[in-house]
């Protein structure tokens, strides 16, 4: 095609200068002349600034028309999730998953007809086995555990499923009121996450899990150490059940963050007890220990500064020697938790680096079992509640993690949909389209707490309906009774598994025998001391 024929590059921009010429010709004679005129200089100048400009080689092409580019990548994600995107992709939550979150949340038990969606012969696909004798469904609201053993004075009955961390400043103030009054309703707790309590996770009077991180937001003396007097004073209010210590979490594990001075609100000043005008960071360690048995030493100190609560930790499992070490200063001081919250790798509900939310730290399934077995080994399990967090939706995912060694789940973007949630993926910005992320007041004005607070204790209510019905149809009374032979995954077009069969489960006490014969646990237990992290 001869050069003179071919489509120009600035084509677009020549059109605009001839409609504006024409408009221009036609003031005067024609009502509409002016609006041409301001359209198409507009678009002209715009032209002109696209080819002077130094900063975009496609806009200096491609003059006018080249902001299409940055107009489609601008609605991509909503096209994607609107338009494209399939029921059952994750990216990082499906449709369907994210569906049965508004259902339940809106009093809709969640039934579908027709059929699963689910391709029931893909390799992966999980399921739990019924029994030919099920029974009578048990009410949920048993569905509880008690977290504190003999070292504990004032133990917690908890849920089965609760909310997970997530702080006042990530979230607004009207989500975390929505979620402290839903978890108020309906029995369950509420993670205040590391940026300590605000007055909006204690206005509605809902059971609190204070995390305690390498901050020591709500706790920390003008230099940024433990004040234990703070520290006091918080963990005495009632709402108050239980102490966690954030090691890592798992969106981000073996990373600080930084809450820049510009975001640091009055509130959030007062909350976390840091200045105002200054960069608020959180350390990517902690500062009031540094080995396995100083740790047990701080443990001690906060079950005696707040009561006798049940003190325990969160962690992201990664060295796993390091977990381990923490397993033997237990045995060597004496000193026990009382629980330990397993995060997934695949969990994370603001930003974090991209390396780091993709490839770093154990998803949660591995972590647990890793923890639970270990705990077994030690011959600890039975004093120590285990808690999950990573990705929980739905009642099948709560049987999942349940079946191979956890005592209760968390879930932190699942409440996050029963609040409103829409999976726009614009935490970071403080532009949060539904007001649940954000710290503008205007934003987080549209989220209306009762109707949410309802929406929270119905998604945790009909939940709980769910897994007392699966649970029924597996024969079971309650979810502690729930084993991995009840887990069934198939692992080819042909076969299926139970879950005792795929994976690796210690005996009580082999690792403190030494007859351990599983060559991962049993190394990585002897490079394990109680003196010190390091291998």
Partial sequence: MPDLLRPSRYTAFAVCLILLAFWALLVGRHPLAWSGVVLFGALSLIGVHDVLQRRHAILRNYPVI????????????EIRQYLIEADEDAAPFSRSQRSIVYQRAKGDAGEQPFGTLLDTYRDGYEFVAHSMMPVTAADPASFRITIGADQCAKPYSASVFNVSAMSFGSLSANA??????????????????????????????????????????????????????????????????????????????????????????????????????????????????????????????????????????????????????????????GVVVDFIVVDGGEGGTGAAPTEFSDHIGAPMREGLLFVHNTLVGAGLRDRIKIGVAGKIVSAFDIASVLAIGADWANAARGFMFAVGCVQSRTCNTNRCPTGVATQDAVRQGALVVPDKAERVYNFHRLTLRALSDMLAAAGLQHPDELKPHHLVRRVSATEIRQFSQLHTFLQPGELLTGDCEDSFYAENWKRASAATFAA
């Fill in 176 to 333: 975390i009121r929505a979620l402290n009054a839903g978890a108020k309703r309906g029995g369950f707790s509420h993670d205040t996450g590391e940026g300590s309590i605000s007055p909006y996770h204690l206005e509605m009077g809902g059971d609190i899990v204070w995390e305690v991180a390498s901050g020591y937001f709500g706790c920390r003396t003008p230099d940024g150490h433990f004040d234990p007097d703070k520290f006091a004073a918080q963990a005495a209010a009632e709402q108050v059940k239980m102490i966690e210590i954030k090691l890592s979490q798992g969106a981000k594990p073996g990373h600080g963050g930084v809450l820049p001075a510009a975001k640091v609100t009055p509130e959030i000043s007062r909350t976390r007890g840091v200045p105002m005008g200054q960069d608020c960071i959180s350390p990517p360690r902690h500062s009031a220990f540094s080995t396995p048995l100083e740790m047990m030493a701080f443990i001690t100190q906060l079950r005696t500064l707040s009561g006798g609560k049940p003190v325990g930790f969160k962690l992201c499992i990664g060295h796993p020697w390091e977990f381990m070490s923490i397993v033997k200063a237990m045995l060597e001081s």
């Fill in 66 to 77: 080249g902001h299409i580019r940055w107009m489609a990548e601008l609605v991509r994600p």
